[in-house]
């Protein structure tokens, strides 16, 4: 999945995160336009996963 997919469907995406990875809030979840290295990074590392492993887990959303 590609971040121009994600962007599209956030909000499906965003309810797939929560309910897979109950630690993330919807402040770790806010989306803004041209922003998504920095999401992603609060992501994984309110996860404590790799570069690797957060496209791995996007991969199979």
Known sequence: M??????GNWNEFK???KQRY???TDDDLLYEE??????????QQKLGKTKEEW???VSNL
Do not use: C, H, Q
Request: glycine residues 8%; negative net charge.
């Open 55 to 57: 496209d791995e887990i």
């Open 2 to 7: 590609n971040s121009t997919e994600i962007k």
């Open 34 to 43: 041209g922003k998504e290295d920095e999401i992603y990074g609060r992501i």
């Open 15 to 17: 309810v797939k995160l």
């Open 22 to 24: 109950a630690d993330l």
